[in-house]
């Protein structure tokens, strides 16, 4: 059985370990070895930091405590955006798309009109233009999502708690 993208991102070990290796996604849940598994170890509890430092903060009396705390507050919760999206662009998207690129070469897109014009018939891989084109097309289409996600922050931010 084949799971899709966002069931096999998140599945856990044990169901990717029987899952059969052609339907195996990178895996995005465990932390690879070295500086990238020492990144993801601390981006998963800066959030948590964060907020126990806001729990703190509003448990504590003292004026400059608060300070302290609502700095150390603010500067965790803010890594662990930035790490949020770097896992989502360095991470999850590229498995997203490698995932995609896979079916289209195992022929399990083969229903669509006109994919069979993308695979090269010696190879049956994608063929370099087309596999340019979809990266180019992702791209756009994400940042277009990107774009449309920060103005709509940016605008809600400027009219207001009030505003709808």
């Known amino acids: 059985a084949v799971l899709s993208t966002t069931r096999a991102l998140t599945a856990p070990s044990a169901v990717r370990r029987s899952l059969p290796r052609r339907t195996m996604v990178l ?3 465990e932390s690879p070895e070295g500086f990238r598994g020492r990144i993801h170890e601390v981006g998963l509890g800066l959030k948590e930091r964060g907020l ?6 509003s448990e504590t009396p003292n004026v400059v405590s ?13 890594l662990f955006t930035v790490y949020r999206a770097y896992r989502g662009f360095f991470v999850i998207l590229p498995a997203v798309f490698l995932e995609v690129r896979r ?6 897109l083969k229903s669509l009109d006109n994919v069979s014009d993308d695979l090269d018939p010696k190879t049956g891989k994608l ?8 990266n180019i097309g992702a791209a756009i289409f994400t940042l ?21």
Do not use: H, Q
């Open 27 to 29: 895996s995005v849940e």
């Open 52 to 57: 126990a430092y806001r729990n703190r903060m």
């Open 66 to 78: 608060k300070v302290g705390l609502a700095c150390g507050a603010t500067a965790n919760l803010a």
């Open 103 to 108: 079916k289209l070469e195992r022929d399990e």
């Open 127 to 134: 063929k370099l233009r087309s596999a340019i084109l979809m």
């Open 144 to 164: 277009v999502v990107l774009l449309r996600t920060a103005v709509a922050a940016i605008v809600g931010r400027l009219a207001g708690p009030n505003a709808k």
